[in-house]
């Protein structure tokens, strides 16, 4: 089910409010819990059906593991050490994640290494099978570790299945979503965390459906025309799609966000205008932070502990692994894994530059050039992201610098709005409004607060209401042609 479609908006969502707290309000807790459960798995199998089961046996079988690394030195395992549980447990979920994300992308290659013919198995991707394995990860590590205490069943199979966050995130842990749902506060309505969660809402679906899908035919249309893009086309091409991953994966969260809120849950921030940032080290404090903080506790860290003699170098080492990793994570293409590993190289640089070179070389950077600099790596970086092989990136940069032309605009007048217009794209089908709704996109990314401050500073009042109702009304109004979500593919 869909954040930006009518069913979730005027009924799921109503309902799964409204049974839960009056299930609350009869001190039902348990029940209301259960219930939260399973309006969650009826909200993933809305769609398909067919992979309810398998998040099921991923639940249940992590609930289990998790019960015997929780419980280790009370049952006093004789025949198995913690190290061979987890051990059992993470073979499971990688297992799991490589056999239906994986297989296809393992089978193509060994194809073509060995010149062999092995039939594809042709899998679809399980919706959200990346964020509840990796959620479940970090638990069973934790528990390893002595850090979590969770033996209820109904508790770890909400903390997994909640629906707000269950299909793209953010990913959330243990520690900080159970204590919510335990806080008698929590049980009775709030109508500020209403309001507020009404609010975020209603920015995150005008940004998907009318920010995101804008950008979206652009950089659609772009990259399937990347053999003819011109300097011009190119730029708007993965411009198009730089604000489009934005847009449509932060309006997911604010939506993620704002309907966790109406039931006095505060998931957790996952962007902080990353497209402000002045270096990638800042960038990925501020972009999609919850797989960051993953990264660096899960990946990063144990790589790092597995060097007798800790460097800096060995860090920086440390961190490109972890990209490369965090690469494949968000699908079977070795293009992933390029863009992982320039983030990682990206970071290394960053670093180098900051505890080095700078201080070698007695140069700083103006925050302005380092803003430049940092944007053009994110933008080209997303071109490898959004191309489907190497010669089809290699197109669109090729576009960049002007090998194909540079195919300065048309000016056309649109008689029915009554003013002058850029327009570009003819050979792709864009509209006139191009260079408005890149301009635009600057100017909402620099400018502008993000959802998330502009809650922390909203006052509730006609205003306030006025401005969110208007966005919520236009953004219902526009969903003539409801389209899925980025990371619904990783």
Do not use: C
Not at 266 to 291: C, D, M, Q
Request: glycine fraction near 6%.
């Amino acid at each position: 089910m869909l954040f930006n479609s009518y069913i979730y908006i005027f009924l799921f969502l109503p309902i799964t409010f409204f049974v839960y707290f009056f299930l609350n309000s009869k001190r039902l807790t348990t029940a209301s819990r259960g219930w939260l459960i399973l309006a969650s798995l009826f909200f993933y199998s809305w769609w398909n059906i067919i992979y309810l089961p398998l998040i099921l046996i991923s639940v249940s079988i992590n609930y289990l593991l998790a019960i015997s690394l929780i419980d280790y030195d009370e049952l006093r395992k004789k025949y198995f050490s913690k190290k061979t549980i987890l051990f059992v447990g993470l073979i499971f979920n990688i297992g799991l994640l490589v056999y239906f994300k994986y297989m296809d992308f393992f089978i193509s290659n060994i194809n073509s290494l060995t010149n062999t013919n092995i039939e594809l198995l042709h899998l679809a991707l399980p919706l959200a099978i990346s964020f509840f394995t990796l959620q479940q990860i970090g638990f069973m590590v934790d528990a390893y570790e002595g850090l979590v205490k969770e033996r209820n069943l109904v508790n770890y199979a909400l903390f997994v299945t909640f629906f707000p966050q269950l299909i793209a995130g953010p990913i959330v842990h243990h520690k900080e979503m159970m204590p919510q749902f335990e806080s008698i506060k929590n049980k009775v309505k709030n109508y500020e965390n209403i309001v507020h969660g009404f609010f975020i809402f209603s920015i995150g679906l005008f940004k998907k459906v009318i920010i995101a899908d804008t950008f979206a035919i652009w950089a659609n249309n772009g990259y399937d025309s990347v053999n003819t893009l011109t300097l011009l086309e190119a730029w708007v091409t993965s411009l198009s799609y730089t604000f489009q991953m934005y847009f449509d994966f932060s309006g997911y969260m604010d939506m993620a966000i704002g309907s966790a809120l109406l039931f006095n849950i505060k998931l957790p921030r996952n962007f902080n205008s990353p497209y402000k940032a002045t270096g990638v080290i800042e960038y990925w404090s501020r972009w999609h932070i919850t797989l960051t903080n993953f990264i660096t506790t899960y990946i990063y860290t144990p790589i790092l502990k597995s060097f007798k003699n800790i460097t800096f170098h060995k860090a920086m080492y440390a961190t490109v692994v972890a990209f490369l990793i965090s690469g494949i994570w968000h699908g079977a293409s070795w293009m992933f894994v390029f863009w992982g590993g320039l983030h990682g190289i990206g970071i290394a640089v960053n670093h180098y530059w900051k505890k080095y070179w700078s201080k070698k070389l007695n140069i700083k950077i103006n925050k302005y050039i380092a803003w430049f600099i940092t944007f053009n790596f994110v933008n080209i970086t997303f071109i490898f992201f959004r191309s489907t092989d190497m010669n089809h990136a290699i197109n669109v940069l090729k576009g960049l610098i002007g090998f194909n032309g540079i195919a300065f605009p048309n000016f056309l007048f649109l008689e029915k709005y009554g003013f002058l217009f850029l327009g570009i794209f003819k050979n792709i089908g864009a509209n006139v409004y191009t260079f408005i709704w890149v301009f635009s996109g600057f100017v909402l990314v620099l400018f502008f607060k993000n959802a998330l401050e502009q809650k922390d500073s909203l006052k509730i009042n006609f205003k306030t209401a006025i401005f969110s109702g208007s966005l919520f009304v236009y953004a219902v109004l526009s969903m003539n042609k409801i389209s899925e979500f980025l990371y619904f593919n990783f």
